[in-house]
């Protein structure tokens, strides 16, 4: 095992460095140095961003929050702006590893990495986010749905790089994050459910039960048509259920995954229906 690590200071730099033959972005390293150890990947070239100057900032942008490629979970965790805007955001993002892997890991990587059990992908699922990506044709923007195409895979193109994320506030939503492990901390969920509840207005995502991460668009509509009081349970959980295609792996089976979800939900409703409903 062995590479070249580059470090650019510009992002001028980054974009020509990005055109080099099997090379690979590395922000915290949290991820991608595993994958390297375990030989699952062989770049000849990492390139850092640690020295690029700039993209680590958090900046309120009206009805949104863009959040550079270079802030780590702890930066985001003491952000004032998520305090006020994107509770939901803080829930997730403190579930994830350890207070070593928050100060490394950012949040774009954790976005890039796509994996189904990312823990920050299901508040940007529900905050309707969008990534920004930088490259060769100069930068657009992507609603994250259309950015993570399945485990690992996403719909960046050589030579780009994900330069930032925004998304909608949500401080005005009630929040609630729930996410399953074989441990209490230091795990990757098994499954995880994430929601924002305004008024009759739901927002429901999962986390660990199919390729990504997912929206139940037809359970939100159920609620709204039924004016936020779910009358028949069972009705809302089969919706929420046709989104879900959990595998059998290491950390649990398909079938326990269905069951974790179907309780989640009744005791997320139940827990809202005491505070919010
Ligand atoms: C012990 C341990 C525990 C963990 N626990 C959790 C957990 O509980 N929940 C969770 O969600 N994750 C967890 N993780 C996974 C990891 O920490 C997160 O996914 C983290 O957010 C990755 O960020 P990073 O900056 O370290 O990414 P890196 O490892 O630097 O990069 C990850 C991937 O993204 C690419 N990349 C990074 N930045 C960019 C960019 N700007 N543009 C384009 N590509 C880019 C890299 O090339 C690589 O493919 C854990 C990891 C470890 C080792």
């Not at 991608?32 to 150890?37: E, T």
């Not at 550079?68 to 590893?97: D, F, N, Q, Y």
């Not at 930032?164 to 209490?184: C, D, H, I």
């Not at 390729?211 to 779910?230: D, H, Q, S, W």
Request: net charge positive; proline share 4%.
């Amino acid at each position: 095992m062995s590479f070249d690590v580059l470090m650019p200071e510009s992002e001028d730099e980054l974009l020509t460095l990005l055109m080099s033959e099997n090379a690979k972005i590395m922000a915290g390293g949290t991820d991608i140095l595993v994958r390297i150890r375990a030989g699952k990947i062989k770049p000849e070239k990492i390139i850092s961003l640690s020295k690029v100057r700039g993209m680590d900032e958090i900046i309120d942008k009206g009805d949104r929050i863009y959040i550079g490629c270079k802030v780590t979970h702890s930066a985001a965790l003491s952000s004032e702006i998520l305090k006020e805007h994107s509770p939901i955001m803080l829930m997730a993002l403190r579930e994830i590893g350890s207070p070593q892997i928050r100060n490394r890991g950012t949040i774009v990587g954790n976005i890039v990495n796509a994996s189904p059990a990312g823990d920050s992908i299901i508040p940007l699922y529900l905050s309707n986010a969008r990534v920004v990506i930088s490259g060769p044709k100069g930068e657009y923007k992507l609603p994250i749905e259309e950015f993570i195409k399945g485990p690992g895979k996403t719909a960046l193109s050589i030579g780009e790089f994900v330069r930032a994320v925004e998304f909608e506030k949500s401080g005005s939503w009630y929040p609630l994050f729930y996410k399953v492990g074989q441990r209490t901390a230091m795990a990757i969920a098994i499954a995880s459910i994430g929601l924002l509840v305004k008024d009759n207005n739901l927002r429901i995502a999962f986390g660990s039960v199919a390729p990504t991460v997912v929206r139940a668009y037809k359970a939100e509509r159920y609620f709204e048509r039924n004016n936020g009081n779910i009358a028949v349970m069972d009705e809302f959980i089969e919706l929420c259920m046709e989104y879900i295609s959990p595998i059998d792996d290491v950390r649990a089976s398909a079938w326990y995954r269905k069951e974790v979800i179907k309780n989640l939900l009744r005791d997320t409703f139940n827990s809202l229906r005491k505070k919010v409903l």
